[in-house]
């Protein structure tokens, strides 16, 4: 709000100045609701792990995890998404430091680790086809895809969010605003980690051991 002081006459000019009443806090309102969105997408993730609980053994005659899953390929993608995790902590402590070439190089790498989870998950995709085992074979099919292809669409937004950042860092540097939102993205990639450490123990590990 602007505010004027009335002097008398023959005294020095009105001073004006400018006070925020408003007293914002943008980096815990923004945080908060960066907290709120990961709670929400908690809820998606628990009710599609509900739904392959239920529906995860009927195979319709069809295909079971044993006969479809290769557990050394899920594990190199697992790595993949592990190794990615440990990167962008990395940028985060170069962050820290204000090192912006550094903080740009652990970010590359962690889009690299990302690309390669998801270009082997969609390789994963498209040789379950090849087998016979698309979605509508069986409800097993059905919910493993939906589970597993909505964390793949969550990494690959991730991905697109990381690129954007990283030209926002270049274009203006490490500034308060900038590392908010690589601390926002720093907090989505761990919930993706953890999300998949999940699917691999609940979907991939159990569904061959059974």
């Known amino acids: 709000m602007m505010?004027?002081?009335?002097?008398?006459?023959g005294t020095a000019?009105?001073?004006?100045?400018?006070?925020?009443?408003?007293g914002h806090h943008s980096e815990g309102s923004t945080m908060l609701g960066f907290?709120?969105?990961l709670m929400s997408d908690c809820l998606i993730f628990a009710t599609l792990f509900a739904t392959y609980g239920v529906l995860g053994r009927n195979y319709a005659a069809g295909p079971s995890p044993k006969d479809l899953f290769d557990l050394t390929g899920i594990a190199v993608n697992t790595a993949?998404?592990?190794?990615?995790?440990?990167?962008?902590?990395?940028?985060m402590l170069e962050m820290d430091?204000?090192?912006?070439?550094?903080?740009q190089m652990w970010l590359a790498v962690t889009g690299l680790f990302?690309?390669?989870?998801?270009?082997?998950?969609?390789?994963?995709?498209?040789?379950?086809?090849h087998e016979g085992a698309p979605p509508w074979r069986s409800a097993f099919l059905s919910s493993f895809y939906t589970l597993v292809g909505t964390h793949g669409l969550h990494v690959?937004?991730?991905?697109?969010?990381?690129?954007?950042l990283m030209v926002q860092v270049k274009k203006y540097g490490l500034v308060a605003a900038n590392k908010r939102r690589l601390m926002c993205l720093s907090m989505f990639w761990h919930f993706l980690d953890l999300i998949w450490i999940g699917v691999f123990t609940v979907v991939y590990l159990i569904g061959v051991l059974e």
């Open 156 to 164: 690959s937004f991730g991905i697109l969010w990381l690129v954007t």
């Open 35 to 37: 907290w709120l969105y």
């Open 80 to 91: 993949m998404l592990l190794f990615s995790s440990i990167t962008y902590g990395f940028a």
């Open 97 to 103: 430091k204000d090192d912006q070439r550094k903080t």
């Open 13 to 22: 000019a009105p001073v004006f100045f400018v006070t925020d009443e408003e």
């Open 114 to 129: 990302g690309v390669a989870f998801v270009a082997l998950e969609i390789r994963e995709f498209v040789h379950l086809f």
């Open 3 to 9: 505010h004027t002081e009335t002097a008398p006459p």
